[in-house]
């Protein structure tokens, strides 16, 4: 069964400083997606990824792709309180039937303190 | 593009009723996905479409849940005989493959259904 699973849930830094969220999955992947929810709002794409060794990079945030150790990474360089919210990886899964299947990560809580 | 829409955004019910929830997507997509978010989770897959065919649906989707694409544009999920389980936040998206961003999902505002 494919799990996603984040890591920590729940972080607290400081303004300018620098962290990283990991995102492990458990079986091969095709896509990782990364996302972004506001407090009661709905998801926001950041980045989308597509194969063994990419990167991306948006403002603070850069992105990377290890399909070979099934694991992501979501880097914050110099937070600002603006990147406060919570981060959702997810993949799709090829599935034999042809179709595809799903899974979104346990979700990060990030608060940056000033 | 007006992004992708979602009617009603508040829906109350009481147990045992029928509700059904309406997703737009953005025009050019022809993917459409619905998703379940409980507080506190990452939301949870429901099921898709690739135009008017539905691909794959969960096993969290019992038989009480449906949904539809009649036309490949707008889809409609219908829960039946509702529970006080079925109270979250119902997310639909829409998604076309396009090169680098493909199948980056578009994610509508929610339906926050509450089952009194």
């Known amino acids: 069964e494919l799990k996603v699973e984040q890591n920590p849930l729940f972080l607290s830094m400081q303004e300018g400083k620098n962290y990283t969220i990991y995102c492990n999955y458990s079986t091969t992947s095709d896509r990782l997606y990364w996302y972004r929810q506001d407090p009661g709002k709905s998801l926001e794409s950041l980045f989308v990824?597509?194969?063994?060794?990419a990167v991306k990079q948006e403002g603070r945030l850069m992105a990377s792709l290890d399909t070979k150790a099934r694991l992501s990474t979501l880097h914050i360089t110099a937070a600002v309180h603006d990147l406060s919210a919570t981060y959702f990886c997810a993949v799709d899964s090829y599935r034999t039937s042809g179709t595809y299947k799903y899974i979104f990560g346990t979700g990060t809580r990030l608060k940056v303190l000033a | 593009d007006t992004g992708v829409s979602q009617d009603p955004r508040h829906k109350i019910t009481k147990r045992g009723q029928n509700v059904t929830f309406r997703c737009d997507p953005i025009?050019?997509?022809?993917?459409l996905y619905w998703y379940r978010q409980t507080l506190g989770q990452g939301p949870e897959f429901l099921t898709y479409?690739?135009?008017?065919?539905?691909?794959?649906k969960s096993r969290l989707l019992s038989d009480r849940f449906s949904a539809e694409r009649p036309k490949g544009s707008f889809s409609t999920l219908e829960i039946q005989r509702t529970e006080q389980g079925d109270s979250a936040m119902y997310l639909c998206a829409s998604s076309i493959n396009r090169g680098e961003s493909s199948y980056e999902q578009y994610f509508g505002p929610g339906t926050r259904l509450t089952v009194t």
């Open positions: 025009s050019e997509h022809n993917r």
């Open positions: 479409f690739q135009n008017e065919a539905q691909l794959e």
């Open positions: 990824l597509l194969s063994n060794g």
